[in-house]
């Protein structure tokens, strides 16, 4: 009789045990103290803007120091082709090139990071006025910048939904310059512990179109 009573106490014993270490744990990370390191470069001003949207700055503490020009170029080329960050090449040159001065072995001075610069300053044609509204393609910049990545139509995702910020703003006479101000600068404490990233290198155009279809939902 003891012999049968003892195995079943045991697991009784192991059982309450077990739950205990089952119990779910609050756990708090920490706050990011990480930093991207500042520099006039254009390519820090995409970093910025795109790279905030799926990882940290402490990315960079995770390559090899001393990269070259060609090496940061072609780690940015690799986000961009097997992880699908939303970066057309010429911002994969700029963000190596960035990268490589603030974190390589290149200095802004070097002829091929002015050259690189310098490409940036060159302003694509323009179209006419009149007809800049009707050319921004709309889910093209939603896509390009992974807008959908943090917000959806009607579901809040990491940011509100565009519904809910239309609705927000439905009386607000001031609507279309804060949403604007709020896309190209980034904006933090409206919605939530996370910030929003500024889309500083969106054409004005581009920014009031966004604008203007979030209003809209």
């Not at 939303?86 to 070097?110: F, H, M, N, T, W």
């Amino acid at each position: 009789m003891k012999a049968t009573i003892a195995p079943a106490l045991l697991a009784l014993a192991l059982l309450g045990a077990g739950s205990a270490c089952a119990a779910p744990q609050d756990i708090k990370l920490p706050a990011e103290n990480i930093k991207l390191k500042p520099a006039k470069l254009p390519g820090y001003g995409i970093a910025m803007q795109k790279c905030a949207i799926c990882h940290s700055a402490d990315y960079v503490s995770y390559q090899p120091p001393g990269l070259s020009l060609a090496q940061w170029t072609a780690e940015m080329k690799k986000m961009q082709q097997a992880y699908g960050a939303p970066i057309d090449d010429a911002e994969v040159e700029q963000l190596g090139a960035y990268l490589a001065v603030a974190y390589g072995s290149a200095k802004a001075r070097d002829p091929e990071i002015v050259a690189i610069a310098q490409k940036a300053g060159k302003p694509a044609a323009a179209p006419a006025p009149s007809a800049a509204a009707a050319s921004v393609d709309l889910q093209g910049l939603l896509a390009k910048n992974a807008c959908l990545s943090c917000h959806s139509v009607t579901q809040k995702v990491v940011g509100p939904a565009y519904h809910e910020v239309a609705v927000r703003y439905k009386n607000d006479a001031q609507a279309q310059a804060k949403l604007e101000t709020s896309i190209r600068g980034g904006s933090s404490g409206k919605w939530g512990a996370v910030p929003m990233p500024p889309f500083a290198s969106l054409k004005p155009d581009e920014v009031r179109a966004l604008a203007a279809y979030v209003r809209q939902q």
